[in-house]
């Protein structure tokens, strides 16, 4: 059954630092998305991505966040100076239609 | 705006016992509603959805979900729990109206399962 990849599992970074997070979404979906999960916390919204522009985006994915689909499989999310609030765990998620699949997420950590 | 409400943060139940998960929500038109699970340390899985269609959703697992849009409820049920069940339960909404659900979804605050042998 084809699923959501995301790389790295676990991503330990300074404050101030830039990380890139990576997906591959299903190979038939066109709608991608990012999610986050702060420990404790309900998952967030971030953005959304369709057609190779932005869709929507919530008001956490500010100027720090960017997203792309560099070569048309994957697709990452940016975060360009970390803050040790931006500490989460981080999903991707893909979708054709009807519902939205995640990937087993990546666990970033600012300190 | 659209929004979900799990009335429980915890439900403990033994194996061989019934599970009922409790879920409300608001959304000012026809929602489409999920449920997915997350195993320790896994990520989330689609449980089960519903779209307007038939109001009791069949799921994986053994789960199933009653849409009442009279109780605006979406609860999630189970006839006989498993040790395998004990996980972490979110029910969520779409935020787009319309065909394909591809806009954003709004998660529940969670819902542990605890099953004691």
């Known amino acids: 059954e084809p699923e959501v990849t995301q790389t790295p599992s676990h991503q330990v970074t300074q404050m101030g630092q830039e990380v890139i997070l990576r997906c591959v979404p299903i190979s038939n979906h066109l709608y991608f998305y990012w999610y986050r999960q702060i420990l404790g916390q309900k998952v967030e919204f971030l953005v959304s991505f369709y057609n190779n522009e932005i869709s929507e985006k919530s008001e956490i994915f500010d100027d720090q966040f960017s997203v792309e689909r560099p070569d048309g499989s994957n697709f990452t999310l940016k975060i360009r100076s970390t803050k040790l609030e931006d500490s989460a765990m981080y999903f991707c998620?893909?979708?054709?239609?009807?519902?939205?699949?995640f990937g087993p997420g990546t666990r970033l950590t600012v300190t | 705006a659209q929004s979900v409400t799990q009335l429980d943060s915890h439900v403990s139940v033994s194996e061989g016992t019934p599970v009922l998960l409790r879920c409300n929500y608001s959304?000012?038109?026809?929602?489409?509603l999920f449920w997915y699970v997350q195993h320790p340390n896994k990520g989330l899985q689609l449980l089960l959805k519903?779209?307007?269609?038939?109001?009791l959703v069949k799921g994986i697992n053994g789960f199933e979900a009653e849409f009442k849009k009279s109780e605006t409820s979406f609860h999630l049920t189970k006839p006989s729990a498993h040790m395998s069940d004990a996980a972490e339960y979110f029910c969520?909404?779409?935020?787009?109206?319309?065909?394909?659900?591809?806009?954003?979804?709004?998660f529940g605050q969670g819902t542990t399962l605890q099953v004691k042998p």
């Open positions: 959304s000012s038109y026809s929602p489409s």
């Open positions: 998620a893909s979708s054709e239609m009807g519902g939205q699949y």
């Open positions: 519903y779209t307007s269609a038939a109001t």
């Open positions: 969520v909404v779409s935020a787009s109206h319309g065909s394909g659900n591809t806009g954003k979804l709004i």
